[in-house]
Every structure is written in C-alpha cells, then in structure tokens.
C-alpha cells in the first residue's frame, strides 16, 4: 500500500504529487492522502478543476530518506539505536542546528526514541501505537536543551502529557497548531484522565528499571 493525494495543486507546483511508502515529514505535515496498491492511480488537477485521468507517481524524497534511515540496523542492532547512538555521542556546532534551535537530525532522533519506547508515554503510560495515534506521541528533553539529544536526556510523552510539563510548555500548547492537536487528543481520548490511571498503573508494574 501507498499513500498519495488525490487533488493537487499541479500547475501552481509544476508536478504531479508523490506517493508514500512511510510515516515521512510530508505525511505527518499534510492530510488527505488515499492509499492504493498499484500504479497508476487518478489525479485530479486543483488549478484546472479538471480530472487529469491516470497518472504514474514518482516516491517522495522524504521517504527516500526514510527508507535509508530505517536500514541503519542489522542483526545485533535496531535502526532506531543505532540512530540514538549516534545523536548521543554527537557533539553538535551552530552549522548543526534548525532556525528554532533543535538540531537538524532531530526528527530522526525523536522518531527513533518513539519506536524505542513503543510509542508509550512515560508520564501516563496510555499506548500511542496504533499507527493512526503515532501523531500523538512526541519527545521532551527533559533539561530543556534542544541540543541535548542524550538517551537519559529524553521522555516519551503522549501529547496531553507534553504540554503539561510546566508553564512553557503550558503557554506553546495554548495556541496555534500545538493547541488544534491538543483538541484533537480530547476528541480521541475524551476519557483521558481515566484510562490514563489505568494505563500509568499497568505501564509501571511491567516497566523496566
């Protein structure tokens, strides 16, 4: 199965869309993709308002990185510690950082401390796996430093659990697209406090310390 938009903008973007084989930056940016099993598949032309009939789609660069990025691992190794070694022993210059501080590999890291920790939150223990919920699943430094991407540095935090931990983060979740997926939570999860009891009670009794 891949994943594809339907309508696109065509002429405005000088290309037909691209089809996606992973959770990739586009996926987790956009929505309203279709999912199909072969090629070609029908495109339907925003700017023109007109069906451009079946089309052959190239794969998105993003997941080309993303494919890249998962064979990392082998026998002995998870892909996802091998990339959590890696940010570990790091030691990051400015040339190594986004416009908004965090480091360019951070998306990688983060991805990769979610799959470590199964897309559990450490706080309240409610389990984000299903694919549809990975969404919800973010990663907190715990000393504030964007650049600290040490493995003791970093929590599991479901996103009701993240914007949470203390009067910043209270104040970034309070607006904006952190406030909208906020909301999006509650409509998932509107018994949250609930079953946040009861996941936090069976997460601590099977957790490894």
């Given at each position: 199965?891949?994943?594809?938009?339907?309508?696109?903008?065509?002429e405005h973007y000088?290309?037909?869309?691209?089809?996606?084989?992973?959770?990739?930056?586009?996926?987790?940016?956009?929505?309203?993709?279709?999912?199909?099993?072969?090629?070609?598949?029908?495109?339907?032309?925003?700017?023109?308002?007109?069906?451009?009939?079946?089309?052959?789609?190239?794969?998105?660069?993003?997941?080309?990185?993303?494919?890249?990025?998962?064979?990392?691992?082998?026998?002995?190794?998870?892909?996802?510690?091998?990339?959590?070694?890696?940010?570990?022993n790091r030691d990051?210059?400015?040339?190594?950082?986004?416009?908004?501080?965090?480091?360019?590999?951070?998306?990688?890291?983060?991805?990769?401390?979610?799959?470590?920790?199964?897309?559990?939150?450490?706080?309240?223990?409610?389990?984000?796996?299903?694919?549809?919920?990975?969404?919800?699943?973010?990663?907190?430094h715990i000393d504030?430093?964007?650049?600290?991407?040490?493995?003791?540095?970093?929590?599991?935090?479901?996103?009701?659990?993240?914007?949470?931990?203390?009067?910043?983060?209270?104040?970034?979740?309070?607006?904006?697209?952190?406030?909208?997926?906020?909301?999006?939570?509650?409509?998932?999860?509107?018994?949250?406090?609930?079953?946040?009891?009861?996941?936090?009670?069976?997460?601590?009794?099977?957790?490894?310390?």
């Amino acid at each position: 199965m891949f994943a594809y938009k339907k309508r696109f903008a065509t002429e405005h973007y000088d290309t037909l869309p691209r089809y996606h084989i992973t959770d990739c930056e586009t996926r987790e940016t956009y929505t309203g993709f279709r999912f199909a099993n072969r090629m070609p598949v029908n495109i339907y032309c925003t700017d023109q308002r007109k069906d451009l009939g079946p089309k052959n789609l190239e794969l998105c660069k993003n997941c080309h990185r993303q494919v890249n990025f998962y064979s990392y691992g082998d026998d002995q190794t998870d892909w996802f510690d091998v990339i959590l070694k890696k940010g570990e022993n790091r030691d990051y210059t400015e040339d190594d950082l986004r416009f908004d501080g965090y480091t360019r590999d951070w998306r990688q890291v983060s991805k990769a401390y979610r799959y470590k920790r199964g897309f559990i939150c450490e706080t309240c223990g409610i389990d984000l796996s299903d694919r549809r919920m990975e969404w919800f699943c973010e990663v907190h430094h715990i000393d504030n430093d964007k650049t600290n991407n040490t493995l003791n540095n970093l929590k599991c935090l479901c996103v009701k659990c993240h914007s949470n931990v203390d009067d910043k983060h209270r104040s970034n979740y309070s607006e904006g697209k952190n406030k909208d997926k906020l909301k999006q939570f509650d409509i998932y999860f509107p018994d949250w406090n609930s079953r946040a009891k009861e996941c936090k009670t069976s997460f601590n009794l099977g957790r490894d310390i």
